[in-house]
């Protein structure tokens, strides 16, 4: 567990990042910017940068920013390959009125998600860039995601990992969400805490 306050973006290239903490943290601008680097500074052809976005629309709860897309906070990032899904990703533990409702929005991401990921294996890229990898975990496979982010040359992602957003209901969804972070936290030598 790594603070970040300074990230050299020239030796994150050829590797896995990660970047995981609490909302607002500043974990998607961080993203966005190494996806300006790569097409500003080392002049990477766009289509070989893949984005699977998975965080909600920017919304504000209880003063925190929470969600934002990489083209909230780069709009070049649209001229790279991203992977553009049917449907809407929701934030469940802030949408959800019930329990049932809870479990519905969970599998609803998760069945958008896998549709992009098989997508992006089918067609994979050398740069795989991933917004919100959390929501993914609510009910998808750790393994399944860490074996698609070392199958490519350089992967940089984020994940939420705090305790700010919370449930009405009683659930071990943010427990499971913590344990399969921690899991991609101890894998992924290059993991950095926001805060």
Do not use: W
């Not at 990230?7 to 970047?19: A, K, P, Q, V």
């Not at 709009?75 to 802030?94: D, T, V």
């Not at 809870?102 to 998760?110: G, H, R």
């Amino acid at each position: 567990m790594k603070l970040i306050n300074y990230l050299n973006f020239d030796e994150c290239i050829g590797r896995s990042t990660l970047l995981y903490g609490e909302t607002d943290t500043k974990k998607t601008l961080y993203t966005a910017k190494f996806v300006k680097f790569l097409l500003e500074s080392k002049k990477i052809n766009p289509q070989e940068i893949s984005i699977l976005d998975f965080a909600p629309k920017l919304a504000f709860f209880k003063n925190l920013k929470i969600g934002g897309r990489i083209q909230d906070y780069y709009n070049e990032s649209i001229k790279c390959k991203n992977f553009i899904f049917e449907g809407e990703i929701i934030p469940p533990r802030l949408k959800s009125k019930s329990k049932s409702e809870l479990y519905k929005n969970i599998c609803s991401n998760y069945e958008i998600i896998s549709k992009i990921l098989k997508k992006f294996k089918e067609n994979p890229t050398d740069f795989l860039i991933i917004n919100d990898i959390s929501i993914y975990l609510h009910l998808g496979s750790k393994r399944y995601i860490l074996e698609t982010i070392f199958k490519v040359n350089t992967f940089f992602g984020n994940s939420y990992y705090g305790t700010s957003i919370k449930s009405k209901f009683p659930t071990l969804l943010s427990i499971n969400e913590k344990k399969k972070v921690n899991f991609l936290i101890k894998n992924i030598k290059n993991s950095y805490f926001t805060g």
